[in-house]
T-cell receptor
Framework: QKEVEQNSGPLSVPEGAIASLNCTYS??????FFWYRQYSGKSPELIMF????GDKEDGRFTAQLNKASQYVSLLIRDSQPSDSATYLC???????????FGAGTRLAVHP | GAVVSQHPSWVICKSGTSVKIECRSL??????MFWYRQFPKQSLMLMAT?????????EQGVEKDKFLINHASLTLSTLTVTSAHPEDSSFYIC?????????????FGPGTRLTVL
């Protein structure tokens, strides 16, 4: 069983809309999560980190964590074509252990 | 802060040759570095975890004799693809965890695109 599940998409949203990206996880012990963004042909970049239940906002991005339901989501408000990328979620590892990424959701924001 | 560099950014080589890729943490000490490979339109695949001063831990299915990893210092890890073949053509990405980080986030290098002719 995969530790992290994401819908591969593509998720297509019009410019200016809210994009909602979801991630479910199987390990109840996971306490915190990273969201990475990867543009085509580039390496991933860290965009959000959330470690407590509820919402965390950073500019147009809001991460939501629901430990009881074992899902974490990323909302992108006022989506822009420059947000078109693959978004990867991963539970934060203990120690210096490896990240286990979901397959990622490809987001396409069209003008 | 937390910048990771890779060199070279791209390389083209002949089949049978060896290629070395360097990964450096420029402004922090990295206790652990990770090497990934990504084929077009596919997910990141972790190849190995590298700790300074010790042998790398390879993921299942990754040949340790073909992909040699050396982590000689807290700021440098190298991946050598030995006797490269066309099927080794891929995008190789390293990442590093910052020593003393509270959350163990990984910072990624820009990647190295390897083409084997």
């Amino acid at each position: 069983q995969k530790e992290v599940e994401q819908n591969s998409g593509p998720l297509s949203v019009p410019e200016g809309a809210i994009a909602s990206l979801n991630c479910t996880y199987s390990d109840r012990g996971s306490q915190s999560f990273f969201w990475y963004r990867q543009y085509s042909g580039k390496s991933p970049e860290l965009i959000m980190f959330i470690y407590s239940n509820g919402d965390k906002e950073d500019g147009r991005f809001t991460a939501q964590l629901n430990k009881a339901s074992q899902y974490v989501s990323l909302l992108i408000r006022d989506s822009q074509p420059s947000d078109s990328a693959t978004y990867l979620c991963a539970p934060a590892p203990g120690g210096y252990n490896k990240l286990i990424f979901g397959a990622g959701t490809r987001l396409a924001v069209h003008p | 802060g937390a910048v990771v560099s890779q060199h070279p950014s791209w390389v083209i080589c002949k089949s049978g040759t060896s290629v070395k890729i360097e990964c450096r943490s420029l402004d922090f000490q990295a206790t652990t570095m990770f090497w990934y490979r990504q084929f077009p339109k596919q997910s990141l695949m972790l190849m190995a975890t590298s700790n300074e001063g010790s042998k790398a831990t390879y993921e299942q299915g990754v040949e340790k004799d073909k992909f040699l990893i050396n982590h000689a210092s807290l700021t440098l890890s190298t991946l050598t693809v030995t006797s490269a073949h066309p099927e080794d053509s891929s995008f190789y990405i390293c990442s590093a965890s910052r020593q003393g980080s509270s959350y163990n986030e990984q910072f990624f290098g820009p990647g190295t695109r390897l083409t084997v002719l």
